[in-house]
């Protein structure tokens, strides 16, 4: 056999090994989506989002799980947001790369391993109990951040690392401060890809369940949270609910399924408002 | 020729410059004369690029580093403790290596320096960008889209546009890293001729691998190896009849 057409077929082979990859992990996932889409689909209705369950929870919507998810979401970024860009922004374009920061660097990878199971015992620990915020949104919002904070710091890190050096060497050159350069001709062309980063850590918070079992989600409310210090329903931990600790469990399945639906669509939803907002940041630059 | 055009601008006093252990430049020690031409030769690695870097301060980036001796700007010491460095890098402008164009519009790249710098009128502002891209003698060509993304020039127009951002802070020095080493030969040409005309206005320190350049466009020049002054004096006599053997031998190829 020649040589070239060894290479081809060895080429074509390891082609086709590729696209089997991708297919299975593609069919997988349509799956997946087509399952929960298949048995949940009947349960969505008008009523099912806006409505508060009723009769023990095997009748009504799940109203008050989405906007729990929602406000919690909403501390959550409120924490990890601003404190990941600024610890990106310190550890990538002030601090001095030594020892100590790869170690820093090194222990904000590990801490996006910690099983956020974890992170919920230390938020009942620390949120809870010494800072006595109580079982409510506000502690489980804060465990949440601190578990997507290694994310967001990780993500935007990267993201100032795709920035070229001589553009904050061109401002320099021209005497611009420091910050100046950094706020004026680094992180606007970061911003597009910390966001994203950013989003994608808070749709996976947002879909945690772990975190806020001890920290301020309830099994059932008869009302909404008034205020932070309330307890609240959310999402992840109604479906748990619904699927494994109902007293009627094959008769709510269907709304179990119904849940994960909107979950799904919410966290989808989430990141894609993340792949968005990049390419319309990153066409505005062009 | 009237004195003041004698003077020296820009000096650097017995300088000697370490990454970490390494020494990158030896007691170096050069003076640049106002609205003339300094060209710094020699071969890859003999410290030029490092040198350059000194006169704005730009080598104080890089962490572990150390200077020795002193540059003095008008007499003064530049790493004095009542010098700004902001306003150091103003006064001494910096062309680099590769074309480094700022994602914006061809407008914008030259507005930056001007509003870092604090300038918030916008007729001043505007005034200012033409007269830079004037300066640059890229007015001509982009004129008429001015708001087009400044990737869209061309690789020399890119680094005239550089050179316009620089001009636009109205430094008094402007340095030159290699800036004809990522382009064309034609583009090289006019960057040339932009030096020959901007030392009227601007003391120029200029970093080539090129010799025939640093002999076209100089007049002055500075032959280093491993970090060490090996000559210094008028283009002229440095090309015809250099003192040292070391610089004979590497102006005439005999290595390089």
Not at chain 2, 72 to 90: Q, S, T
């Amino acid at each position: 056999m020649k040589i070239s057409t060894r290479k081809g077929i060895l080429q074509a082979v390891g082609f086709l090994a590729l696209r089997a990859a991708m297919g299975l992990v593609l069919a997988v996932l349509v799956l997946f989506l087509y399952d929960i889409g298949r048995k949940g689909g009947g349960a969505i209705s008008w009523e099912f989002v806006s409505q508060a369950p009723r009769k023990g929870m095997t009748e009504g919507g799940i109203f008050p799980a989405i906007f729990g998810t929602f406000l919690v979401t909403v501390i959550t970024a409120a924490l990890a947001v601003p404190l990941g860009m600024a610890a990106a922004i310190y550890l990538h374009e002030y601090a001095r790369q030594s020892r100590l920061t790869r170690l820093i660097r090194l222990s904000i990878r590990n801490l996006s391993g910690v099983p956020s199971i974890v992170y919920g015992l230390f938020g009942v620990i620390l949120f809870v109990n010494v800072m006595r915020f109580g079982t409510s949104v506000l502690s489980a919002g804060l465990t949440l951040g601190l578990m997507t904070l290694p994310w967001t710091i990780t993500a935007s890190e990267e993201a100032l690392k795709t920035i070229p050096n001589s553009y904050r060497e061109g401002a320099m050159a021209l005497g611009a401060t420091k910050w100046q350069t950094i706020r004026t001709n680094v992180l606007p062309y970061a911003v597009p890809g910390m966001l994203t980063g950013t989003v994608l850590g808070l749709a996976r918070a947002a879909g945690e369940t772990a975190p806020i079992l001890f920290t301020g989600a309830a099994f059932y409310l008869p009302f909404l949270p008034k205020s932070l210090s309330d307890q609240f329903m959310a999402l992840p931990y109604h479906l748990y609910i619904m699927a494994t600790q109902h007293h009627a469990i094959q008769q709510v399945r269907p709304l179990a399924y119904g849940t994960a639906l909107v979950l799904i669509v919410l966290v989808l939803g989430l990141n894609m408002t993340a792949v968005i907002l990049r390419y319309r940041l990153r066409r505005k630059q062009r | 020729m009237s004195p003041a055009e004698n003077a020296i601008k820009i000096k650097t006093e017995g300088i000697s410059f370490y990454y970490g252990p390494n020494r990158a430049l030896r007691n170096v020690s050069i003076g640049c004369l106002e609205r003339k031409v300094t060209a710094l030769i020699g071969p890859s690695g003999c410290g030029k690029s490092t040198f350059i870097r000194t006169l704005n301060r730009m080598s104080d980036v890089v962490p572990g580093s150390r200077l020795e001796g002193r540059i003095l700007l008008d007499g003064r010491d530049i790493h004095a403790a009542d010098v700004d460095v902001v306003e150091l890098r103003r006064r001494v402008g910096m062309v680099f290596q590769k074309p480094n164009p700022f994602p914006k519009s061809i407008y914008d790249n030259i507005a930056y320096g001007l509003r870092i710098n604090g300038m918030r009128n916008k007729r001043a502002v505007e005034a200012l960008v033409e007269k830079s891209l004037r300066g640059a003698a890229l007015w001509d060509e982009v004129k008429d889209r001015l708001d087009d993304n400044a990737f869209t020039l061309s690789g020399g127009q890119q680094q005239r546009l550089c050179i316009a951002r620089a001009l636009a802070v109205e430094p008094e020095v402007i340095l030159f890293d290699e800036p004809c080493s990522a382009i064309d030969p034609i583009a090289t040409a006019k960057i040339e001729d932009l030096i020959e005309r901007l030392k009227k206005d601007y003391t120029v320190v200029i970093v080539t691998h090129n010799m025939q350049q640093a002999a076209r466009v100089s007049d002055f020049t500075a032959f280093m190896m491993l970090g060490e002054l090996i000559e210094f004096g008028p283009t002229d006599r440095i090309f015809t009849a250099p003192a040292q053997k070391l610089t004979e031998d590497y102006i005439t190829g005999r290595f390089g």
